[in-house]
């Protein structure tokens, strides 16, 4: 494909197969087609071809050989550009060199020796011919399809210019007053100039040999960080084998990796597959999938992604998910669909670009009768019409969408965001209401020890010590709690004997000879060990923050209070700030009681009125909520993280879910974060309005570039030359403007 029709054409001759629809994209030269069940590629296929070009099936990318650990760099070098790169490279270079001495002997009248038309002519020829050849190779395939082309236009409007400036030459004076016959060698200097257009059709096809590989050199920019990565994984793995009874390490290929394998992964090795971890604790830097540039410890039991880089000490995963179901893999895949989509906006330049070519055609035959019917002469009418063929470019139109896609959803994509789709930029410009589920958005997701208040003389390290060893055998969220903070900061927990647990209420048990309680007041109450004033002042004090008060007593006397809650997550107020500097009402949503709700919102910076905070909603009312919220003319974002918040998400006009929540509130959510960190939620919103203005402004451009400059050429006020490094600049425009996203930069973190 050359240009926009061709996607066009070759879109409109597969969606009229029954039953099937098809996505051509013009910037990722790939289409996406939707066919009934027993249709075979092959059709397809042929489809194209018969059509006039070519298509195959996509593979699966081969794994390049690598050293293991290899990180790959996501910029193009000079040797990484494919044949086809090469070759329009130097077919560029060869046209330029010739091009140019024709130019200047016909812009500079003192450089005009005798016969210097011919030395133009021989130049020039090249250029015309084997310069020009996939153009009017291309438009002679269309011609033959009876369709017509970007190429189709190029292809006529060099080859009359070529035509006229031979006849000129060949036939002197004929319909061209005041030029002597060429084969006179006294043709003066200036004799015949105006009347020739060697240096408009080589340099014409120079600039638009310049704009093609330049648009080409971009694109493939463009497409970088999609590539970069489906680059990222490991390339080998060291699987462990028994071999005799005995473990060995064999180091393989990591196509040979199946799920349940165990493998090591060495300090500076990437881990080769998602899996989780059986041997071993360590650092895991996963910057180049999320975009959070501290390494995150993990130890046995932890999940590990592959792609992930082992910063640390000797790993043993087993492998979890192999192929296409790793997480790098869906990533990729979410960038991709997402990348041969079409936005709302581009559908208007689809339909314009269909019939554009004809219908500039038509114009250049209205602009040549036109002239010659007023008596403007032959080469004014020639001029104008060869100007009106090459001027215009419907390629701007076809890259303005597909190019900004393409280095929006890369940039996201190394950012930890996944945009599902171009439709997806549509919403983040209208929405103006963020509904927020606490648990797991806002907040970590689990109970975390906040605070320790003793009675006098009692340590706060024995506190700890006791509860979390008592603690340590059960196995409620808030136990774990207290366990987790004891171990951090005491260390090694003693042995807890005769455990109880009163279901509801709390625990008790013996601990280095001390009878503890640990548990609700009414636990210590019902053991006639009532809490002091203070610690009794405490536990009503935290309950109206909405935290959780446990009690902790040994040896008959009430010691301490431990204050548990779902943490707020450190990024979250700076989250909801950036949210709001978009313009956006954050509203908070959750199943805690009010008090809780609202002690979270304040701490994050969220109004705590009924508007702001709906609180005691169960997991089934959520959809309801956001249905209301529409229902009163708001535009709805929802940011979510479990099961129970898909429906919520799918209804929004905007579904945002956290990547580190579950498989089926990502599948229904139109963007996917990957950090578990909500101010990516403001990226991705801020990331998509960056992009969709990208589009929307290279739309404008590109029609305005038409709008204005087919008139003027048709009025004889354009030079053919200049029109086509107009037109070959117009198409670089909107492809360079589209790179400007690959500088987007995250305010958070």
């Known amino acids: 494909m050359t240009c926009a029709s061709c996607a066009n054409r070759i879109e409109r001759k597969l969606n009229k197969l029954d039953g099937v629809t098809a996505t051509v994209n013009y910037a990722t030269e790939k289409a996406k087609v939707s066919a009934p069940e027993g249709f075979s590629p092959d059709d397809l296929v042929a489809t194209v071809e018969a059509a ?108 009359a210019a070529f035509g006229w400036s031979l006849y000129a030459l060949l036939f002197g004076t004929a319909g061209m007053p005041g030029m002597t016959h060429p084969f006179e060698l006294t043709i003066s200097p200036s004799d015949g100039a105006g009347n020739i257009y060697l240096e408009v059709a080589a340099g014409v096809t120079t600039f638009i040999l310049a704009g093609r590989y330049f648009e080409a050199r971009s694109k493939r920019r463009a497409g970088a960080a999609l590539r970069a990565l489906l680059e990222l994984g490991a390339k080998d793995v060291a699987i462990l ?3 005799n009874g005995t473990t060995v390490e064999e180091r393989a290929p990591v196509a040979q990796l199946a799920v349940g394998d165990r493998f090591v992964v060495r300090p500076g090795e990437k881990i080769a597959t998602d899996g989780t971890v059986v041997e071993g604790s360590s650092a895991v830097d996963a910057s180049m999938l999320t ?102 470019c419907p390629c701007a139109l076809g890259l303005a969408t597909p190019t900004a896609l393409l280095v929006g959803t890369g940039r996201g994509a190394q950012l930890g965001i996944l945009i599902k789709g171009p439709e997806v930029l549509e919403s983040t410009r209208r929405v103006d209401t963020v509904v927020l589920d606490k648990t797991g958005t806002v907040t970590t997701g689990r109970m975390t020890l906040l605070g320790v208040h003793t009675t006098e003389d009692v340590d706060e390290q024995e506190v700890l010590r006791l509860a979390g060893a008592l603690e340590n055998a059960s196995e409620h969220p808030i ?53 002091t004033d203070g610690l009794a002042e405490t536990v009503r004090t935290e309950a109206a923050r909405g935290r959780t008060a446990i ?73 309801a909520v956001i249905e209301d919220l529409q229902a009163r003319g708001r535009v709805v974002a929802m940011v979510g993280d479990g099961v129970n918040d898909a429906a919520a998400l799918a209804r929004a006009d905007l579904g945002l879910a956290m990547g580190t929540g579950t498989d089926v509130a990502i599948e229904a959510a139109d963007i996917t974060l990957v950090r578990g960190d909500l101010r990516t939620a403001a990226e991705a919103i801020r990331l998509s309005r960056r992009t969709l203005g990208t589009i929307k402004g290279n739309l404008f451009w590109a029609f305005a570039y038409n709008v204005a400059a087919l008139p003027l050429a048709a009025a004889g006020l354009l030079n053919p030359m200049l029109a086509g490094a107009a037109m070959a600049f117009s198409s670089v425009f909107v492809v360079g403007n589209s790179l400007r996203l690959r500088k987007f930069k995250p305010s958070a973190g």
Do not use: C
Not at 115 to 135: K, R
């Open 241 to 243: 084998r028994e071999r």
């Open 551 to 623: 009690a902790v007593a040994w040896d008959g006397q009430p010691r301490a209070v431990l204050v548990v809650a779902d943490a707020v997550k450190d990024t979250s107020a700076e989250a909801i700030a950036q949210l709001t500097g978009l313009g956006l009402t954050p509203v908070l949503l959750t199943g805690d009681n009010r008090a809780a709700a609202e002690a979270v919102a304040r701490e994050v910076g969220i109004d705590p009125g009924p508007d702001s905070v709906i609180a005691e909603v169960l997991p089934a009312d959520k959809l």
């Open 52 to 159: 006039g070009y070519h298509a195959r099936l996509p593979e699966p990318p081969a794994a390049p050989e690598s050293t293991r650990g290899d990180i790959v760099d996501s910029t193009d070098k000079a040797g990484d550009e494919p044949d086809e790169l090469i070759a329009a490279r130097q077919r560029l270079l060869v046209s330029a060199v010739l091009s140019v001495p024709v130019v200047a002997l016909a812009m500079v009248p003192a450089w005009q020796f005798t016969s210097w038309q011919w030395i133009s002519l021989t130049l020039a020829a090249p250029v015309i011919v084997w310069g020009a050849w996939p153009f009017h190779r291309a438009a002679w395939a269309n011609l033959r399809h009876g369709a017509a082309t970007m190429d189709t236009l190029i292809s006529l409007g060099t080859l």
């Open 479 to 531: 136990a774990q709690a207290v366990t987790r903070a004891a171990q951090d900061r005491v260390g090694a927990l003693p042995v807890v004997a005769e455990f109880t647990n009163h279901e509801g209420l709390g625990v008790q048990g013996v601990v280095d000879g001390h009878a503890v309680l640990v548990g609700r007041p009414r636990l210590l109450q019902d053991w006639s060990q009532p809490l």
């Open 291 to 392: 975009g959070e540039s501290v390494p995150v410890e993990v130890g046995v039991g932890d999940h590990v992604v592959g792609a992930t880089v082992n910063a640390g000490g000797r790993l043993v995963v087993q492998a979890g998910r192999v192929g296409s179901d790793t997480q790098l893999a869906q990533m990729a895949k979410l960038v991709e669909d997402a990348q041969t989509g079409k936005a709302q906006v581009q559908r208007l330049a689809d339909r314009i670009s269909g019939v554009f070519v004809p219908i500039v055609i038509a114009l250049a035959a209205v602009t040549l009768g036109f002239w010659l019917g007023t008596g403007a002469g032959a080469a004014a009418a020639f001029t104008a019409a060869v100007a009106v063929l090459i001027i215009a």
